[in-house]
């Protein structure tokens, strides 16, 4: 497949550009399946601070293989205004879905778990009186997937990513918990696709079945899968057996939510 030029997210400047300097401005690698009805924004992980190659375009092929769209996205970390990455996964989400795409997910590994979680969480339906067209797109993810998720900044967090990420605020807590994905899960919120490995160390999986039990106490359809081996960080995971069927588990699920083409 040829490789696609990135769209940028926005036409001009992004919102808080002035803190994030040094920076590219956000952007979109789109990786197209022909007749693909769905698509997935893929957010690497990197606690706040980098993003991680391998969940990163390894990613986009993988859901590619199976006849799904994905856009891997560069968004903005440390240094950075908290809510810049935030703004870009909402306006990633639109951008994608005004390309034609029926349904519009968002899949992150770790930090960029986090980041999804908040995007399934804190979303519009769209403005249709903008003056920019993108923004009378909806926001609400169609499907969220966190993999192996810095879900909360509560109890169970990694404290990297909060403090990259909430800089001179990361010790309030009424902040850490907009981040807390079990804690602003609504009966509106999207359905999830979530999986963790037990004996994470790095991001216990505490995170992620905290997120089950809010989902679940709302009513929210989910699939969640616990694998016994793997170390924080596997990506595709092809070296810890029963881990590195997330993919093939996933793909069903999108498949069968009508991703596929």
């Known amino acids: 497949m040829a490789e696609q030029e990135k769209i940028m997210l926005w036409a001009g400047e992004a919102p808080y550009t002035a803190q994030s300097p040094d920076q590219a401005q956000p952007s979109i690698k789109p990786f197209p ?3 693909a009805r769905g698509a997935v924004v893929v957010c690497p992980g990197g606690g706040y601070s980098h993003k991680a190659a391998h969940e990163a375009d390894p990613i986009a092929r993988m859901l590619n293989s199976q006849g799904i769209a994905a856009f891997v996205l560069d968004y903005r970390v440390m240094p950075c205004h908290r809510l810049a990455p935030w703004t870009d996964a909402a ?4 951008v994608v879905r005004s390309l ?5 997910g968002i899949l992150g590994f770790s930090a960029g778990g986090n980041l999804c979680c908040t995007a399934a969480t804190h979303y519009d339906r769209g403005n249709p009186e903008s003056e920019d067209p993108i923004e009378r797109f909806s926001s609400r993810p169609d499907v969220f997937i966190p993999c192996y998720a810095v879900a909360s900044f509560g109890k169970y967090t990694h404290l990297g990513s909060r403090q990259c990420l909430m800089g001179e605020e990361w010790q309030d807590e009424e902040t850490a918990r ?3 994905a079990e804690e602003n899960v609504t009966d ?3 359905p999830a696709f979530l999986w963790h490995t037990a004996e994470d160390e790095a991001v216990p999986v ?7 039990q809010a989902l679940a106490d709302h009513g929210i359809r989910f699939e969640l899968h616990v694998y016994p081996k793997g170390h924080h960080g596997i990506g595709l995971g092809p070296e810890f057996g029963p881990a590195a069927t997330w993919g093939n588990s996933l793909c069903r699920y999108l498949l069968e939510m009508g991703f596929g083409r």
Do not use: M
């Open 91 to 94: 306006r990633a989400i639109r």
């Open 178 to 180: 907009w981040y807390s």
């Open 100 to 104: 034609g795409y029926e349904k519009v």
């Open 206 to 212: 505490q995170n992620s079945l905290n997120l089950a």
């Open 33 to 35: 399946v022909e007749g």
């Open 188 to 190: 509106d919120t999207p």
